[in-house]
């Protein structure tokens, strides 16, 4: 507070109104906290929290949706990929299980982007795939999502990812009140039921009615 009374009374007319704008966002900061809320606006921040998530003893498994973010998993030598397979490492090697459902536009694009599932599945990921067609406009609001569950299956956080329309990262939102939770669990829930699994190293014919 010394510090904040210092420059709002200083001479200098540029910082004395920093000081004011910071305070602020800081109150909301808090606000959204309280209401067990965060929004995150860069990936290196997003991996301070998936480390936090991905070592959480309570969480048992993983469920995640990936979509229109193939560029990023093709940069296998990204610091933020090798980071996540990291993750995925930490999180096998203490027994959590972890699957991931990749949305395609259709069975062609799937076959483009094998590579991506086999990759996945060097790291102890069950890979499955569903085409975008299928999945209801409403449920394409968790398309690029995280749910975090304990031993009873039971969903704890969830974490949502926003990308721009050049499939470039924007920001990401971590939920851990449970009725929002619920929310993004649901839609994963409906996503999941209609994805067929990646087995090997055949696509598994997709369902595209």
């Not at 540029?14 to 809320?37: C, G, I, M, T």
């Not at 929004?39 to 997003?46: F, K, L, M, P």
């Not at 990759?119 to 975090?148: P, Q, S, T, W």
């Not at 993004?184 to 829930?189: C, F, L, N």
Request: charged share 25%; proline share 3%; net charge neutral.
């Amino acid at each position: 507070m010394a510090k904040y009374l210092e420059l709002h009374d200083g001479s200098c007319p540029l910082f004395k109104h920093a000081p004011e704008l910071v305070y602020k966002k800081a109150l909301s900061d808090l606000d959204a906290l309280a209401s067990q809320q965060m929004t995150i606006s860069s990936q290196e921040e997003v991996n301070y929290w998936l480390d936090v998530l991905f070592k959480l003893p309570m969480i048992k498994a993983i469920k995640a949706t990936s979509y229109g973010e193939f560029k990023e998993w093709m940069a296998l030598d990204s610091w933020w990929l090798q980071d996540y397979f990291r993750l995925h490492r930490v999180a096998h090697k203490r027994g959590a299980t972890i699957e991931r459902t990749f949305i395609v536009r259709n069975e062609h694009q799937a076959k483009t982007v094998e590579t991506v599932f086999k990759n996945n599945r060097k790291y102890n990921v069950l890979v499955k795939v569903a085409i975008e067609g299928r999945i209801r406009a409403a449920d394409m609001d968790a398309k690029n999502c995280l749910v975090f569950c304990d031993k009873r299956n039971e969903p704890v956080y969830a974490l949502v990812a926003h990308h721009t329309h050049k499939e470039e990262f924007q920001s990401a939102v971590i939920f851990g009140a449970p009725s929002e939770v619920a929310k993004v669990a649901t839609m994963y829930a409906h996503i999941d039921n209609i994805a067929e699994p990646y087995e090997a190293d055949e696509l598994v014919p997709l369902k595209t009615a």
